[in-house]
């Protein structure tokens, strides 16, 4: 039986099961059963997906990031770069401009499919982002990807709107959990990302089994994650007051990127009404703040990351640099993410932060980098489940500690321009749906 025709079964039998209401213990334990396996089946498939999706696009952006490195002139092209992006923008995306705001828009109120365009434009889109210095990220287009191959499986196989919803929601599992290698991160994210303190627990059980199936596939085809890091700092008066010293930073980091891109966007919107030039100016800020600063902050920027990680010494001007470079390359129309600069803005601000209230530089880093992106996106507990998964189980108390500080601190702006609220930051109490 093939791939889309086991979907079919599976959805046909479902549906006939659940047309007959369960009168008896026996009957409702066999529908939780089919639903079950339904949905472990559907959450695997979409983690396939999302698993060779990574690979190739993980492998590709070490390959062209390699290669501009070695080619410097790569970079004075940016303007040219930009200029293709544009017009790929305005003449082939279509809705697939909405990114990550329209996954979210579907899983809230899921009515149109997403456009089947969009994983291989965001894929060579991002590629072409990086391969001329573009200041971006990956996890945009691992969830667009992963999305947008998910909901074409979901159309093939005719899955109704209402479960629709439920299947993106494993993409975005899929998706993050195999482009980081954080599986449990990757079900956590899925499900605290569409509502903030709404964790969507019917979608559990297709989400564990994306991420972990595209987590899972991607090791197996070959592509090797950050390595881990040992993080552990004992807990006392004065580490708790740096540590939320740290988290406030971080939380303020994350509105000025937030701030900073949203302004670029603005901007560009009153005084470039043309998209297709916004990334060609955009392109040569970026070309021009590299002869001033340095050529340290373009792509993803993961020197930066690993210095501030092993425990150097961090200006405290590498972190603002950083939102500066990825704000006009993102905000600009480039394409790509903004997850993994919000990871090196984090860590640099957190190296920078932590050398003045007297905490190890790495572990400063560390928190930054998780609590910072969980601020930004709303994602405080995904992203204290990311920092155990990167840095060790021993880094539970500072890492909650850090993550719920920068979101409390981070006010009610966000990355996601989709994305619902269900709880305010003087609340504690989470709900679920």
């Known amino acids: 039986m093939s791939t889309p025709e086991c979907g079919k079964y599976l959805v046909r039998m479902s549906s006939k099961i659940s047309e007959r209401a369960p009168t008896t213990p026996v009957q409702r334990t066999l529908l939780?059963?089919?639903?079950?396996?339904?949905?472990?089946?559907?959450?695997?498939?979409?983690?396939?997906?999302?698993?060779?999706?990574?690979?190739?696009?993980?492998?590709?952006?070490?390959?062209?990031?390699?290669?501009?490195?070695d080619e410097q002139w790569m970079i004075y092209l940016l303007p040219i770069a930009g200029l293709v992006i544009g017009l790929?923008?305005?003449?082939?995306?279509?809705?697939?401009?909405?990114?990550?705001s329209l996954l979210l828009q579907e899983i809230h109120s899921p009515t149109r499919w997403v456009p089947r365009r969009m994983a291989p434009l965001v894929l060579l889109g991002t590629w072409w982002t990086h391969l001329f210095g573009g200041s971006a990220g990956r996890e945009g287009t691992a969830l667009q990807m992963s999305g947008s191959l998910s909901d074409a499986f979901g159309r093939l196989i005719k899955l109704q709107h209402r479960d629709r919803s439920l299947l993106l929601t494993a993409a975005l599992a899929g998706g993050f959990g195999s482009v980081f290698g954080v599986p449990f991160a990757g079900v956590v994210f899925a499900l605290e990302v569409p509502t903030v303190g709404r964790l969507r627990l019917r979608a559990l059980v297709p989400a564990v089994s994306a991420s972990?199936?595209?987590?899972?596939?991607?090791?197996?085809?070959?592509?090797?994650?950050?390595?881990?890091?040992?993080?552990?700092?004992?807990?006392?008066?004065?580490?708790?007051?740096?540590?939320?010293?740290?988290?406030?930073?971080?939380?303020?980091?994350?509105?000025?990127?937030?701030?900073?891109?949203?302004?670029?966007?603005?901007?560009?919107?009153?005084y470039l009404p043309s998209t297709v030039l916004r990334p060609v100016i955009g392109g040569a800020a970026v070309l021009?703040?590299?002869?001033?600063?340095?050529?340290?902050?373009?792509?993803?920027?993961?020197?930066?990351?690993?210095?501030?990680?092993?425990?150097?010494?961090?200006?405290?001007?590498?972190?603002?640099?950083?939102?500066?470079?990825t704000a006009i390359t993102i905000g600009t129309g480039f394409l790509g993410g903004e997850v993994t600069p919000l990871f090196v803005i984090g860590a640099t601000l957190g190296a920078s932060v932590g050398e003045l209230v007297g905490l190890p530089f790495g572990v400063a880093a560390a928190i930054g980098m998780v609590a910072t992106f969980g601020a930004a996106a709303n994602t405080p507990l995904a992203c204290t489940v990311m920092g155990l998964e990167l840095f060790g189980t021993a880094a539970i108390a500072p890492m909650a500690i850090g993550c719920l500080v920068a979101w409390v601190a981070s006010g009610s702006g966000t990355i996601y321009e989709t994305q619902r609220h269900a709880l305010r930051r003087s609340s504690t109490r989470l709900q679920h749906s």
Do not use: Q
């Open 32 to 69: 939780y059963f089919v639903h079950t396996v339904r949905w472990i089946v559907l959450g695997g498939f979409s983690g396939l997906f999302a698993g060779c999706a990574s690979y190739v696009f993980l492998e590709g952006l070490d390959r062209v990031t390699a290669f501009r490195t």
């Open 88 to 100: 790929s923008n305005k003449w082939l995306a279509g809705r697939s401009t909405s990114g990550n």
């Open 212 to 270: 972990f199936v595209g987590d899972a596939m991607v090791g197996w085809l070959g592509h090797d994650h950050v390595v881990r890091r040992s993080v552990d700092l004992s807990l006392s008066a004065s580490t708790l007051g740096a540590l939320i010293i740290v988290g406030m930073s971080c939380g303020i980091a994350s509105r000025m990127f937030i701030s900073a891109t949203s302004t670029m966007r603005n901007l560009g919107r009153r």
């Open 288 to 325: 021009g703040l590299s002869a001033l600063f340095g050529r340290d902050y373009l792509g993803l920027s993961l020197p930066l990351l690993d210095t501030a990680l092993s425990g150097a010494s961090i200006a405290l001007t590498v972190f603002a640099l950083k939102i500066v470079f």
